[in-house]
């Protein structure tokens, strides 16, 4: 495997594309961060109702993981679009092709793929963690770990985002189309999700019945669901009307959907004409 992925870098390494969409992820989880840390120093600190409702600073060290975790989750499609254009590329220029004649098995090259699917989860998620010790160091706090397992939220949903890119691909494998469908799905799961969300609220209002959060239990969202605001103190207040978090449910929901997409994409390699 490391010796195919050494493969797979001398393919990538100076490819345009991998700069110009690594660079924008980087510079934009640090634009976003810093933009909320200058809006809460400038803009909510100076409000002093807003105390009632946000005290502290959301770059705390005890605060901070869920802060950079779920601001920095908007950019998670840039790694994935990246896959989506790899991927169907090789698709589009035959390089699968000659890679199989080469002597690669097809579950090799789409085992392949799927690794860097993982690390460029892993690659994501480690920008992340620097991002926090970055705002956290700054903020004069006390190093903590709370809420960490934000980080793992974080990695699950950059995961979850790259194994449907890689799927998209094997159905499509054609670049332009692959872009579409998948920026498509997206708005469309995320309206669906909007729909669900108030469905459930609904469902609470009218017959005391909570179903949670329905819109988290699609394949995106749920990976999505588990990330949230670290400005809770509104939400806490709004909990007598909003369907309450179910996180292990999600969390069950999200990991088997990337079960799902794993074996999707296998059947989809092995089995479909070169």
């Known amino acids: 495997m490391i010796k195919l992925l050494k493969i797979e870098w001398l393919k990538i390494k100076s490819y345009t594309g991998f700069i110009l969409l690594s660079s924008f992820f980087v510079l934009g989880v640090l634009t976003t961060n810093y933009l909320v840390y200058i809006f809460k120093k400038n803009v909510i600190d100076k409000v002093q109702a807003s105390q009632l409702l946000f005290s502290g600073s959301p770059f705390d060290f005890d605060v901070v993981w869920k802060t950079v975790s779920y601001y920095s989750s908007f950019f998670l499609m840039l790694p994935a679009l990246l896959l989506v254009i790899l991927m169907s590329n090789e698709f589009t220029y035959k390089t699968h092709r000659q890679n199989i ?73 054609r670049s332009g189309v692959a872009i579409a469908l998948f920026f498509i799905y997206t708005i469309f799961e995320n309206g669906v999700s909007l729909l669900l969300f108030f469905l459930a609220v609904k469902i609470k209002r009218e017959n005391e019945l909570d179903l949670s959060n329905l819109g988290n239990y699609l394949p995106m969202n749920a990976s999505d669901g588990l990330l949230t605001s670290p400005f809770a103190q509104f939400s806490d207040m709004a909990r007598t009307v909003l369907p309450e978090d179910n996180n292990m449910l999600v969390l069950a929901f999200a990991l088997a959907y990337i079960v799902v997409f794993y074996f999707w994409s296998k059947r989809k390699m092995l089995r479909s004409d070169l």
Do not use: H, P, Q
């Not at 994501?124 to 705002?135: D, E």
């Not at 939220?153 to 890689?166: D, G, Q, S």
């Open 101 to 173: 004649i080469d002597g690669w098995s097809r579950f090799e090259f789409l085992k392949v793929k799927l690794a860097m699917a993982l690390v460029f989860a892993l690659g994501s998620t480690l920008v992340i963690i620097i991002t926090g010790l970055l705002f956290g160091l700054t903020s004069g706090s006390s190093f903590s770990l709370n809420g960490f397992e934000n980080i793992g939220y974080f990695c699950l949903k950059a995961l979850t985002y790259n194994m449907v890119a890689i799927l998209i691909s094997l159905l499509v494998r």
